[in-house]
């Protein structure tokens, strides 16, 4: 539904011309990627393919939030040339985008949208009505300007020296803003720069607190240890299956390794009966990883084909629904990756039109779960600071089930994705305390 322009752009660097689509609106409820950027002042950046050099670019941008309501435009100085045109500009971009609202969501204060010469201007006022004070908004705004000069060392003894220097400021504040960062990435197929952040998450965690960073190391070394116990000793083929598709990701190069120490240190023992046994369990989990993968590469190129008739249908959310047994893992993951190859090739408006059909998955799979399922959800994308308000707007559905849905979905997270694991911790302890407050218990 956004607004995308083509720019054409020259470096101010190295003189280099050539053309990006720009976003001249955001909407919240449907676009919360594209508020974050414009909250963080980092909607359209782009970056020059020849020199590299990152431009942020001065265009009008229209900004929407039905639940507030708020309707207002941040209009660049300089970008009119006079309050005529300003006004022309001003109605054109709203047209444009009241255009492309259904009859019944054009609302008249959209008519008289409020203006805005600074970005930073209109991002503290969508701060303050999303319930920010303005003593948070100036640390969340310190904290950004904190993670671009970590992000800019040069070398790790740069970096080492830049986080000794900021220890102070690595609290609660900077870890939102580094994990929405990541949640960004993520969601804009950016897996390089969503591992980068992922990294320094963790060794700004090992420095803020390296005896929990050293315990949960050996917590995780402890589990590995368990795992690989209870996989070569399962003697049920069923059960190891379904086992070792439950933890596939964690079977890597080292888990192998280790099974082939245990193999030379049985036959070192002259134990030839073990190392057979340890050899025939390593080739028959080797056998079911691929396997695994065949059907994983089958559902794929069906999730595929299946997502090529989708698009093409004229009635996507009526045919999505008569097939919603094909909504499933297969398909988001094509999905994400069809995704992630349009923004890498700059082809914003099929990234959009797959989101928008992502969306319409996504919101029938929700209407199929259990209502805990649901707010558990819709908890997870909420910014840290808008949960409190979700707990008490739905406190009957947060119940023994729903504490359940959460501990089992951070068994199933585990380790493996660490910034899930502590989105889904931090979440369970402001659960634990509003149950607690509520006379639920903890």
């Keep these: 539904m956004g607004l995308l322009t083509p720019t054409q752009i020259t470096c101010p660097v190295c003189g280099h011309r050539y053309t990006r689509q720009v976003h001249q609106s955001v909407d919240a409820q449907s676009e919360p990627h594209l508020k974050q950027l414009l909250v963080q002042e980092r909607l ?8 590299q050099n990152q431009i942020m670019l001065a265009v009008p941008v229209l900004y929407h939030d039905a639940s507030k309501p708020m309707f207002a435009v941040f209009m660049p100085m300089g970008a009119a040339r006079s309050d005529v045109h300003q006004q022309q500009m001003v109605g054109a971009l709203t047209n444009r985008f009241m255009s492309d609202l259904p009859p019944e969501e054009r609302k008249g204060y959209m008519l008289q949208p409020k203006m805005y010469l600074t970005l930073q201007s209109l991002a503290d006022d969508i701060m303050l009505a999303d319930g920010l004070t303005r003593e948070e908004i100036e640390a969340r705004r310190q904290r950004t300007a904190l993670l671009e000069r970590l992000l800019s060392s040069q070398t790790p003894e740069e970096l080492q020296n830049a986080i000794e220097a900021s220890l102070d400021q690595l609290d609660d504040t900077f870890f939102d803003v580094l994990d929405t960062w990541i949640r960004q990435a993520e969601a804009q197929g950016d897996e390089e720069m969503a591992e980068a952040l992922a990294s320094l998450r963790r060794q700004l965690r090992a420095a803020v607190a390296p005896e929990e960073a050293a315990q949960e190391e050996a917590d995780a070394a402890e589990q590995r240890r368990e795992l690989l116990e209870v996989l070569l000793n399962e003697r049920n083929e069923e059960r190891l299956r379904a086992m070792v598709a439950a933890v ?6 080292h888990f192998f390794l280790q099974i082939a120490d245990r193999i030379d240190a049985a036959q070192e023992a002259g134990n030839e009966i073990e190392a057979k046994r340890l050899t025939r369990a390593r080739a028959t989990i080797l056998q079911m990883l691929d396997e695994l993968e065949e059907e994983d590469r089958q559902a794929l190129t069906q999730a595929a084909e299946f997502l090529r008739q989708a698009i093409s249908q004229p009635a996507l959310e009526d045919y999505l629904r008569q097939n919603s047994e094909r909504l499933d893992e297969a398909f988001f993951a094509v999905l994400n990756m069809n995704i992630a190859e349009a923004r890498r090739r700059n082809d914003e408006n099929t990234a959009r039109a797959l989101g928008s059909v992502g969306a319409i998955a996504a919101k029938i799979m929700e209407e199929k779960a259990p209502p805990e399922l649901r707010l558990l959800n819709e908890l997870l994308r909420a ?10 707007e739905r406190s009957e559905l947060v119940t023994d089930e729903f504490v359940a849905a959460l501990q089992q979905m951070q068994r199933a997270v ?3 994705n660490s ?9 369970a302890e402001q659960v634990a305390e509003f149950r607690g407050r509520n006379g639920q218990g903890g």
Excluded: H
């Design 419 to 427: 910034q899930i694991s502590q989105q889904l911790a931090a979440l």
């Design 383 to 392: 910014a840290p600071q808008e949960r409190a308000r979700l707990l008490e």
């Design 248 to 253: 596939r990701p964690v079977l890597d190069y």
């Design 414 to 416: 585990g380790k493996a």
């Design 44 to 51: 359209n950046i782009t970056t020059c393919p020849q020199c």
